[in-house]
């Protein structure tokens, strides 16, 4: 007898009913856990993938990994493919396994747009964008990096666009720590990390996310994005600030905490063409549309309403809930072969230099991935 998949065509949706304590989920997942050990579970002993595949559900195939960086008690219990343990297939979670795929499903149409990340189901599907998706089905072979999920209390804002998140972007607040290691903290909003799937890429979000990130801090006289920036993201901004000149004085390349002494104009690097260059990085990242000012239609669809972050200040004449979404797009510090890839994150990049290994599962629970860190537009 097979395990089910979850059901498709938006009727079951793991964002949309799981609201269980995450205790009693995680309570749930053990439990499950041990029968699987003792194989003494009553019901299926097989997961059917969809499509028709077959996988056994056995204590090898299966392992806990936690869900925030900052919180290792808080697990997810997760199926790997048998022939290849960096495959993640499915997530168990209300006494079910759920496919990757299903879970970044929604059936709620008020879940559309660039939406704060808030609810606990929020916060794994965040998870799984990142860590699952990003760090090991989509994330470029030629330019491995240990992942590692966010925190428990970290900024974000997925986009939600035809029933499933497609994108996110997180935002390290001014006054957070820098990491558990220092008192040292953040003295401006900067953009950390920010991926896009690759079917969604080349579409403008890259654009997108950095005009959203810039309304949600109005009040604020500079803004970072985690340093170091892809010579794709370059292109990304170099377009945005074309478009959006009031904006040239605020955006800065940032190493934390974001002391003026670490900080560089970005603007000002474009104009002395002090960007990375590396014209393959920029073709394989970038979008097909040209590097000039975009469709009106486009302009007027970024200047929609933005949902803030929490305690982010607004300037008068704010728009209110963010409801607009652009077409595919791609990642910030860019390191895969697809044009604007917008994949993963600026920061902190630079005390893991040399960390170039996919991890796997294993590996994230063993405390050896580091900090998540591609980014492409």
């Not at 009693?24 to 993938?49: H, M, N, R, W």
């Not at 759920?98 to 559309?112: C, F, M, N, Q």
């Not at 994949?343 to 960390?355: D, S, V």
Request: proline fraction near 6%.
């Amino acid at each position: 007898m097979a395990a089910p998949a979850a059901p498709e065509g938006g009727c079951l949706c793991l964002v949309d009913t799981i609201a269980e304590d995450p205790e009693v989920l995680q309570g749930d997942a053990q439990t499950y856990y041990e029968k699987l050990l003792k194989k003494s579970l009553p019901t299926a002993d097989v997961f059917c993938i969809p499509g028709g595949q077959e996988v056994k559900l056995e204590d090898s195939c299966v392992c806990f990994v936690p869900l925030y960086r900052n919180n290792p008690t808080c697990k997810l219990l997760l199926l790997t493919d048998p022939k290849d343990k960096e495959t993640v297939l499915a997530v168990y979670l209300g006494r079910r396994w759920w496919p990757v795929e299903e879970v970044v499903k929604t059936a709620d149409p008020a879940r559309d747009g660039l939406l704060l990340v808030q609810t606990f189901a929020e916060r794994i599907v965040l998870f799984v964008l990142n860590y699952i998706i990003f760090g090991m089905l989509e994330g470029s072979s030629a330019n491995d990096a240990f992942f590692l999920p966010h925190s428990a209390t970290e900024c974000a804002k997925m986009l939600w666009r035809n029933g499933e998140a497609v994108a996110f972007y997180s935002v390290k607040m001014k006054g957070s720590l820098c990491d558990g290691t220092t008192s040292q903290c953040y003295l401006l909003p900067v953009l950390d990390t920010i991926f896009v799937r690759r079917k969604c890429r080349r579409g403008g979000l890259g654009m997108k996310m950095l005009h959203d990130f810039c309304q949600s801090f109005l009040a604020e006289d500079a803004l970072g994005i985690s340093c170091p920036i892809s010579a794709a993201m370059y292109q990304v901004c170099q377009k945005f600030l074309q478009v959006y000149p009031e904006e040239q004085k605020r955006l800065w390349e940032v190493e934390a905490p974001g002391d003026w002494s670490q900080r560089v104009n970005i603007w000002l690097k474009i104009q002395m063409e002090l960007f990375p260059s590396g014209k393959a990085a920029v073709d394989s990242h970038m979008e097909n549309t040209p590097a000039s000012k975009p469709r009106q239609s486009e302009v007027d669809q970024m200047n929609k309403g933005v949902e803030c972050f929490p305690g982010a200040g607004r300037g008068a004449g704010d728009a209110t809930e963010k409801k607009d979404d652009t077409a595919a797009a791609g990642t910030l510090n860019p390191q895969g072969p697809e044009e604007e890839d917008l994949e993963k994150g600026a920061g902190n990049t630079r005390q893991h230099e040399g960390l170039r290994k996919r991890a796997s599962p294993g590996d994230l629970v063993g405390d050896k991935a580091t900090k998540q860190f591609r980014t492409t537009p």
